[in-house]
């Protein structure tokens, strides 16, 4: 086995200006750069995970859904939203739900989750490529939609952080879920 040396750290270097305020193509707003990001963020993260993750067509996202994990015996449908709009800190990111999503939300069959993935504001801080690593300024938060809580919000803590490790815990609940009846199985 070979060992292999990148030499020193390299430093993190300030924001500055980069070829990434403009976007490569032209098809991206740096709304749309975002909607790439956070459905990227999670794809990575069920990697990790060993989970595969299945994107809806831009055009078919009618269940206010993005994506569906499969964990094998049953899946989950995940709702992804990327913002640059609050500091993560000690306190509690709010996300509004739209009226509509909440109902498509509450008459599924199966669990849904909520991802709100964070990135900075200056798009080109998302990520510092290093000689020896690929920083993502980045964080995530996730959580399962309950309609007797998250009627008009849903809140987020440091608590609700996403890791890869979050998935073998949504699937758990996935198949407690179906286990339980409410998901048709008996």
Request: charged fraction near 25%; proline fraction near 4%; include cysteine.
């Amino acid at each position: 086995m070979a060992t292999v040396r990148t030499g020193a750290r390299t430093p993190k270097s300030p924001s500055v200006s980069s070829r990434l305020a403009i976007p490569a193509g032209s098809h991206f707003t740096d709304n749309g750069r975002k909607g790439r990001y956070g459905v990227a963020y999670l794809r990575s993260l069920a990697a990790h995970a060993g989970v595969a993750l299945q994107e809806a067509s831009p055009d078919e996202d009618i269940d206010a859904v993005d994506v569906t994990l499969k964990f094998g015996r049953a899946s989950a449908e995940v709702q992804i939203k990327c913002t640059s709009k609050f500091k993560v800190g000690l306190g509690v990111a709010s996300l509004h739900l739209d009226p509509a999503w909440v109902e498509k939300w509450t008459d599924s069959l199966v669990p849904v989750f909520v991802v709100l993935v964070k990135v900075p504001s200056v798009v080109s801080d998302w990520i510092d490529g290093r000689t020896a690593s690929t920083v993502h300024r980045t964080v995530a938060f996730g959580k399962r939609f309950d309609p007797a809580v998250h009627a008009t919000a849903m809140k987020f803590t440091r608590a609700d952080q996403l890791k890869a490790e979050t998935l073998y815990d949504w699937r758990d609940e996935v198949y407690a879920f179906h286990k339980s009846g409410r998901g048709g199985a008996t």
